[in-house]
């Protein structure tokens, strides 16, 4: 969805409040693709701060289908995101150091869901976990060891010791 901001742009003092409809249903990155199970309206306040130039406050609370990082499973994960950037106009020729990256503006246009992807690109968690102290998975079996300890030996030696290993493997009397 595109937003008009001509004329918050272009008047001096001019203030815009709105709640958008976000229609994004699911977020696409490199890490994989997460449906959105949950999302509230996008809200903005839009105010200009100098001559084509205005300040983007807002938040959006979205609530994504995720995985434990560590055991595999299925964790929401909640967003709630705060923002606040500085846009320019078109019209402006000069690069302006107070101004944030544009890649959502098109023109005078403002594109809701571009802008919502780059917040939660931004803010996505390096580590989803399903809890504080997740065991993960066994190594050896795959057994999720947060619901039952399997017992495997997971014992990985260090490749450094392989040398003194040999040794002892070589002078071992049968």
Same mark, same amino acid.
């Given at each position: 969805?595109?937003?008009?901001?001509?004329?918050?742009?272009?008047?001096?003092?001019?203030?815009?409040?709105?709640?958008?409809?976000?229609?994004?249903?699911?977020?696409?990155?490199?890490?994989?693709?997460? *449906? &959105?199970?949950?999302?509230? +309206?996008?809200?903005?306040?839009?105010?200009?701060?100098?001559?084509?130039?205005?300040k /983007?406050? #807002?938040?959006?609370?979205l609530i994504?289908?995720?995985?434990?990082?560590?055991c595999?499973?299925?964790?929401?994960?909640?967003?709630?995101?705060?923002?606040?950037?500085?846009?320019?106009?078109?019209?402006?020729?000069?690069?302006?150091?107070?101004?944030?990256?544009?890649?959502?503006?098109?023109g005078?246009?403002?594109?809701?869901?571009?802008?919502?992807?780059? *917040? &939660?690109?931004?803010?996505? +968690?390096?580590?989803?976990l399903?809890?504080?102290?997740?065991?993960?998975?066994?190594? /050896?079996? #795959?057994?999720?060891?947060?619901?039952?300890?399997?017992?495997?030996?997971?014992?990985?030696?260090?490749?450094?010791?392989?040398?003194?290993?040999?040794?002892?493997?070589?002078?071992?009397?049968?």
């Amino acid at each position: 969805m595109l937003v008009n901001l001509s004329d918050v742009l272009t008047s001096e003092g001019r203030q815009l409040n709105m709640e958008v409809p976000l229609e994004m249903t699911s977020f696409k990155s490199k890490m994989g693709s997460f *449906e &959105i199970m949950e999302k509230s +309206p996008v809200t903005f306040t839009f105010i200009n701060i100098k001559p084509d130039k205005a300040k /983007v406050n #807002g938040n959006v609370k979205l609530i994504f289908k995720t995985n434990c990082d560590r055991c595999l499973t299925e964790v929401p994960t909640i967003l709630d995101l705060t923002f606040e950037r500085v846009i320019v106009s078109p019209n402006v020729e000069e690069e302006d150091e107070d101004a944030d990256d544009l890649s959502f503006m098109d023109g005078y246009q403002l594109d809701v869901e571009t802008f919502v992807y780059n *917040e &939660i690109i931004g803010n996505w +968690p390096a580590k989803i976990l399903c809890k504080e102290d997740c065991k993960g998975l066994c190594p /050896v079996c #795959g057994q999720n060891r947060n619901v039952r300890d399997c017992g495997c030996d997971t014992f990985v030696p260090d490749p450094r010791m392989a040398v003194i290993q040999d040794i002892f493997n070589a002078n071992k009397e049968v």
